[in-house]
């Protein structure tokens, strides 16, 4: 297994969060907008907008690049997030082409028909490990939706899948690059929302992702009642500024340790558009505040890539 350097010796990393730009999510994208939509060269006009690199057609293609990107940076392996909802397929073939290094997530919305059946699909079918669901993007409450509640049951019955539900502040950069509007209804982002379903379905096992995104009282209130709840640490945790008290990354690591503790933390770098790739600052700065507040080599592995691994039971 691939290892790299770290300040607590030669360790596998395997990110739990990066987010799959197939060429679907920029396809979906660019129909959102008034303008793009009547370009004939709409994918060079979104390419030039952004000054990104734009994917392959393929997405076993687009799966190739991040296994380079991996290797570049001696990461082990990692969750790749489906980030439109119906493109299920696109991160199911990156992973197909990849099973030792991908593996599969997917943006879901439990608001639209057929919820049960169509999450079952991408667990079943196209072997997919994770449900990502965004309350607020969607507008529903994950405490009172039925589509939810199918979502969470489908995942209490297959042991190495997960549900990923978004809490807190939520922008999508993308969007804002391309003058889309991003009507989200933050009512529906509070972490404690899940407690319900986590109480439920104790079998089924929760993502709350950038330590509650600015709700990281409520994340740790509800991970320390349901040890069903796992949270990522993605991100640059912006987050941190919301904080009524100064907070830097050292101190939430060391609060998130002292009441979640070490098997319950997922790292994670919200690594998404090429070609800034896989985002190795963010690896940078959480391994230091990991050293800074003294974990142990033990505790460092688990919360690198060993949480991830047996949360999903990948190889």
């Not at 899948?161 to 889309?180: D, N, Q, W």
Request: aromatic share 8%; glycine share 6%.
């Amino acid at each position: 297994m691939t290892t790299r350097t770290t300040p607590f010796g030669q360790l596998a990393i395997h990110d739990a969060h990066c987010h799959f730009f197939s060429r679907k999510l920029f396809e979906v994208l660019i129909s959102q907008s008034p303008r793009l939509s009547q370009e004939p060269e709409a994918l060079a006009q979104v390419a030039a907008l952004t000054g990104w690199v734009m994917p392959p057609a393929d997405p076993a293609e687009l799966g190739g690049v991040w296994v380079a990107e991996l290797d570049r940076f001696s990461v082990a392996s990692a969750l790749l997030i489906a980030s439109v909802p119906g493109d299920e397929e696109s991160v199911a073939a990156a992973v197909a082409a990849h099973p030792d290094r991908l593996a599969g997530a997917f943006m879901f919305d439990p608001t639209k028909p057929d919820a049960d059946a169509r999450v079952r699909r991408a667990f079943d079918e196209l072997k997919l490990k994770v449900a990502c669901q965004f309350p607020a993007m969607h507008h529903y409450s994950v405490a009172e939706s039925e589509g939810a509640r199918a979502v969470v049951a489908a995942a209490s019955e297959r042991p190495g899948t997960a549900v990923f539900v978004h809490c807190g502040a939520l922008s999508v950069g993308i969007r804002k690059k391309l003058g889309l509007k991003s009507p989200f209804d933050m009512r529906h982002s509070n972490p404690l929302d899940i407690y319900r379903l986590a109480a439920e379905f104790p079998s089924a096992k929760f993502i709350v992702p950038h330590f509650g995104a600015g709700m990281f009282r409520e994340a740790m209130m509800l991970a320390d009642l349901c040890p069903n709840v796992f949270l990522d640490t993605s991100s640059s945790n912006k987050w941190m500024s919301y904080e009524a008290a100064p907070a830097d990354l050292p101190t939430v690591f060391k609060r998130a340790l002292a009441v979640v503790g070490h098997e319950r933390l997922l790292f994670g770098t919200d690594s998404s558009f090429f070609p800034r790739g896989w985002h190795e600052a963010i690896f940078q700065a959480q391994t230091a505040a990991l050293a800074d507040i003294g974990v142990s080599q033990e505790q460092a592995q688990a919360i690198l890539g060993g949480n991830l691994r047996r949360l999903l039971a990948l190889s």
